[in-house]
Structures are given as structure tokens and as C-alpha cells.
């Protein structure tokens, strides 16, 4: 694969939104693995099994490493907006198959790359970029969701390790990951939270998958568990104290690569509904002449491109906080910006195949059509990497003021 040219961001006052050959290129090989993909999706999501040919195909492809660094193994360079395109077109195969690259790229090695030392980065990122290792986030816990602040694992020191104990709930790539981002406090303390690089192989570590899920069945959601897990001291990542700025800034990216999946989503749907519309013949004619199966599709059709603006502005947004690290208002702007993504292009998406549902009828009820596993997978989106209320509180606070925050 060609390698991608680090660019800078696009002119806001112009929102354009043109892609260029570059990103044409990168989105060519997204396509690709996206077609080559498709067959296996379907057969391990009809099956109800993870699948494990999501890694490979895109290793090939060299998109495990997009937004990374080529200093890092096969990181690519790529900017934010060419990562979210990228995503934007894997969400048509599924909430599953983004989600895996939301767990190990956007959430993991993002955040490595970020907040890591150099020599963390030189140990942990290429290996990701490759594919040998995957990665997970460890913030949320049974008690701890919305609120990460009330997270319950600790650390304390011990010699040149730190001990954690603790355990973590509903982590993307849980039980399959090799590397996680654990967050976690001091021992007996409620402030001055810390973020370590744990290694699955690490004493005390220990993982389980979470099964009888809503959707997703072809993406791994697991457990961790951490007894007197023996971290080294050296896998301490960023600032002593740090940990909840760092959870925030990996929770940022996360968010933008659930709305950017979503927008994938949406197209799934349309192409499926239209597709169907044109075919099924009711009361005479097909039901794509029925005004209310019209409307539908209008609606549908008007989300999207709503979703696609908030999305690639959030994008952009972040692309521009990313270069610009010091400007904190700057860093505020596409928070709320990648809240506001993130709200409406799931709740457009679960829309989107609720929509999409009702046009095929009985037939999608059926899991051999697309549309009713976007309806459950979706779902999620709703509730991972921030629940519609806490995004919605957000975007609320940002015109009300700090004072205004519901939790204070």
C-alpha cells in the first residue's frame, strides 16, 4: 500500500470536504478489504462467532496502523479526517467490524502514540501496526461507566513494579487483546489516577469474554481481571496523575470513530432498503412508488448527509486541537463538536435501521438481510464511549457554563 502523505487540516471557514488522491488511494484499499471481507462477516455473523479473518484482511491492507506514525512499524500517517473516511466506509460492514478498530487504533494505539514515552511507543506501536498485537482500553468497570472517576481498581508501589487490583466490565477486544491501557488510583485514595501499559501475559492478569450480547456477535467484548497484578514500573504511561485527562483524550477519539462507523451505517442501510424497494412488488407496483416507503428513504437519505457534516467538521476539529495541543478553548470546541457527532450519527444509524427494517418487512426480521443486525448492533452506540444523556449534557453545558454541570 502506498504510504499516506501527512496533511494538514482543511480550511473550517470552507468545510471542504473534497477528497484528495491521497485519501482516494487509502479509500480504494479500505473498499477492497471491506468487499474481501464482507462473505466472511456474513458467515461468522450468521454463525454467532467472533471473526477472527478481520485482523488479517486488514493487516493486507495496511490500515491497522492508519492514523499512526510511519516511525511506528506500519503506521500510515494518515490525518484524522482520512482516518474517519476510512471508518466511515468499514461501518458499512458492520458496528462489529468497527469496533474492533475502534477498540485496538482509536482508543489503544491512539493513545499510546499521544501520551506514551518514545521508548513505550518504539516497544508497543509496531507491533500493533502489524497486527501481532492487539490492543485494548481499560476504563470501564461493573460500577464505573458514565462516571470513570468512581473507578475502583488501584495501584500501589511496590519495589520496581506497581501492584493493581481490580477488574474491568464490557472492554472492546477484552478478552482477545495482548496489550491494554489500564487506568486505575492510588491505593486507598479517590485523585491522582494513572494510566499503565499491561501486557497480557503479565502475573496477575487475567481475561474472559462477555457472551449473550444484544448484537455485535462478531466482535469480542470481555473482562479483565487484575490480582495483584505485577505491572513494571517502567509501564507507567504519561504524567504521574494524569490518568483521568489521559481516559478523556482517548474517550475523544473513540467517540469521533463511533460517529464516523455510524455514518457507514446509514449507507448500508439506504443501499439495502433501496435495493429492496425497487424489487418488491405490493398492491401492484413496486413499494418504492408508495409515498410513506418514500418517505423513509427521504428521511434516511437527510440524516445522512446532516451526520456527514457534523462528523467531518468534529474531524477536522480534532485534526486541529491535535496540532495545536496548548489552545485548551480549541481542545473544548471539538469535544462538544465530537459529542454532538457522536449523539446524532448513532441515534441517526439506529434510525437508519429502524427504517430500513420496517421497509423490508418480514424480511428484515430476518438476520440473512443487513438492516436487522445494524438494528441491534447499533444500539450500542448509544451507550459505549459515552451514553446519549452524557453527550447531550455536554453539548448543554458548553452554551450554560461549567457551572451548570450536573455532576458537580
Given at each position: 500500500?502506498?504510504?499516506?502523505?501527512?496533511?494538514?487540516?482543511?480550511?473550517?471557514?470552507?468545510?471542504?470536504?473534497?477528497?484528495?488522491?491521497?485519501?482516494?488511494?487509502?479509500?480504494?484499499?479500505?473498499?477492497?478489504?471491506?468487499?474481501?471481507?464482507?462473505?466472511?462477516?456474513?458467515?461468522?455473523?450468521?454463525?454467532?462467532?467472533?471473526?477472527?479473518?478481520?485482523?488479517?484482511?486488514?493487516?493486507?491492507?495496511?490500515?491497522?496502523?492508519?492514523?499512526?506514525?510511519?516511525?511506528?512499524?506500519?503506521?500510515?500517517?494518515?490525518?484524522?479526517?482520512?482516518?474517519?473516511?476510512?471508518?466511515?466506509?468499514?461501518?458499512?460492514?458492520?458496528?462489529?467490524?468497527?469496533?474492533?478498530?475502534?477498540?485496538?487504533?482509536?482508543?489503544?494505539?491512539?493513545?499510546?502514540?499521544?501520551?506514551?514515552?518514545?521508548?513505550?511507543?518504539?516497544?508497543?506501536?509496531?507491533?500493533?501496526?502489524?497486527?501481532?498485537?492487539?490492543?485494548?482500553?481499560?476504563?470501564?468497570?461493573?460500577?464505573?461507566?458514565?462516571?470513570?472517576?468512581?473507578?475502583?481498581?488501584?495501584?500501589?508501589?511496590?519495589?520496581?513494579?506497581?501492584?493493581?487490583?481490580?477488574?474491568?466490565?464490557?472492554?472492546?477486544?477484552?478478552?482477545?487483546?495482548?496489550?491494554?491501557?489500564?487506568?486505575a488510583y492510588p491505593k486507598g485514595k479517590r485523585e491522582g489516577m494513572c494510566a499503565f501499559?499491561?501486557?497480557?501475559?503479565?502475573?496477575?492478569?487475567?481475561?474472559?469474554?462477555?457472551?449473550?450480547?444484544?448484537?455485535?456477535?462478531?466482535?469480542?467484548?470481555?473482562?479483565?481481571?487484575?490480582?495483584?497484578?505485577?505491572?513494571?514500573?517502567?509501564?507507567?504511561?504519561?504524567?504521574?496523575?494524569?490518568?483521568?485527562?489521559?481516559?478523556?483524550?482517548?474517550?475523544?477519539?473513540?467517540?469521533?470513530?463511533?460517529?464516523?462507523?455510524?455514518?457507514?451505517?446509514?449507507?448500508?442501510?439506504?443501499?439495502?432498503?433501496?435495493?429492496?424497494?425497487?424489487?418488491?412488488?405490493?398492491?401492484?407496483?413496486?413499494?418504492?412508488?408508495?409515498?410513506?416507503?418514500?418517505?423513509?428513504?427521504?428521511?434516511?437519505?437527510?440524516?445522512l448527509e446532516a451526520a456527514k457534516n457534523i462528523v467531518y467538521k468534529a474531524a477536522l476539529l480534532k485534526q486541529k486541537s491535535d496540532s495545536d495541543p496548548e489552545d485548551?478553548?480549541?481542545?473544548?470546541?471539538?469535544?462538544?463538536?465530537?459529542?454532538?457527532?457522536?449523539?446524532?450519527?448513532?441515534?441517526?444509524?439506529?434510525?437508519?435501521?429502524?427504517?430500513?427494517?420496517?421497509?423490508?418487512?418480514?424480511?428484515?426480521?430476518?438476520?440473512?438481510?443487513?438492516?436487522?443486525?445494524?438494528?441491534?448492533?447499533?444500539?450500542?452506540?448509544?451507550?459505549?464511549?459515552?451514553?446519549?444523556?452524557?453527550?447531550?449534557?455536554?453539548?448543554?453545558?458548553?452554551?450554560?457554563?461549567?457551572?451548570?454541570?450536573?455532576?458537580?
Amino acid at each position: 500500500m502506498k504510504t499516506v502523505i501527512d496533511s494538514g487540516f482543511a480550511d473550517l471557514s470552507h468545510m471542504n470536504f473534497d477528497v484528495s488522491d491521497e485519501q482516494r488511494f487509502v479509500l480504494d484499499e479500505v473498499d477492497r478489504a471491506c468487499r474481501e471481507l464482507r462473505p466472511l462477516e456474513d458467515e461468522a455473523y450468521l454463525s454467532g462467532k467472533f471473526n477472527d479473518r478481520l485482523a488479517p484482511i486488514f493487516r493486507k491492507a495496511q490500515l491497522l496502523g492508519l492514523p499512526i506514525s510511519r516511525r511506528y512499524g506500519e503506521g500510515q500517517g494518515a490525518d484524522v479526517l482520512t482516518y474517519a473516511l476510512a471508518l466511515e466506509r468499514i461501518g458499512q460492514e458492520g458496528t462489529g467490524v468497527r469496533t474492533f478498530l475502534s477498540g485496538h487504533v482509536s482508543l489503544g494505539q491512539v493513545t499510546v502514540q499521544k501520551w506514551a514515552s518514545e521508548e513505550q511507543k518504539q516497544r508497543y506501536l509496531p507491533p500493533a501496526t502489524r497486527g501481532e498485537k492487539v490492543m485494548c482500553f481499560g476504563l470501564t468497570e461493573p460500577t464505573a461507566g458514565s462516571d470513570p472517576a468512581s473507578l475502583r481498581t488501584t495501584f500501589e508501589e511496590k519495589g520496581n513494579n506497581f501492584i493493581l487490583n481490580g477488574s474491568k466490565a464490557w472492554i472492546s477486544n477484552g478478552s482477545i487483546a495482548n496489550v491494554a491501557v489500564i487506568f486505575a488510583y492510588p491505593k486507598g485514595k479517590r485523585e491522582g489516577m494513572c494510566a499503565f501499559i499491561v501486557e497480557k501475559n503479565f502475573e496477575g492478569y487475567s481475561s474472559q469474554q462477555q457472551k449473550h450480547k444484544l448484537g455485535m456477535p462478531t466482535s469480542d467484548t470481555g473482562s479483565i481481571f487484575l490480582d495483584n497484578c505485577k505491572v513494571p514500573r517502567e509501564n507507567l504511561m504519561g504524567p504521574a496523575g494524569k490518568g483521568l485527562s489521559i481516559a478523556y483524550s482517548g474517550l475523544m477519539s473513540g467517540r469521533l470513530s463511533v460517529a464516523a462507523g455510524c455514518l457507514g451505517v446509514i449507507e448500508d442501510c439506504i443501499n439495502e432498503a433501496v435495493a429492496f424497494s425497487k424489487q418488491r412488488i405490493q398492491h401492484g407496483k413496486p413499494i418504492a412508488k408508495h409515498q410513506l416507503v418514500q418517505r423513509h428513504i427521504g428521511e434516511m437519505s437527510t440524516n445522512l448527509e446532516a451526520a456527514k457534516n457534523i462528523v467531518y467538521k468534529a474531524a477536522l476539529l480534532k485534526q486541529k486541537s491535535d496540532s495545536d495541543p496548548e489552545d485548551k478553548d480549541l481542545r473544548d470546541y471539538a469535544d462538544v463538536m465530537i459529542a454532538k457527532a457522536k449523539y446524532f450519527a448513532s441515534n441517526a444509524s439506529f434510525d437508519a435501521a429502524d427504517r430500513a427494517v420496517q421497509i423490508l418487512g418480514s424480511s428484515g426480521y430476518s438476520f440473512e438481510t443487513r438492516a436487522p443486525r445494524h438494528l441491534v448492533d447499533t444500539r450500542v452506540c448509544r451507550i459505549y464511549e459515552g451514553t446519549d444523556e452524557i453527550m447531550v449534557q455536554k453539548i448543554a453545558v458548553s452554551l450554560l457554563g461549567t457551572e451548570y454541570e450536573a455532576y458537580r
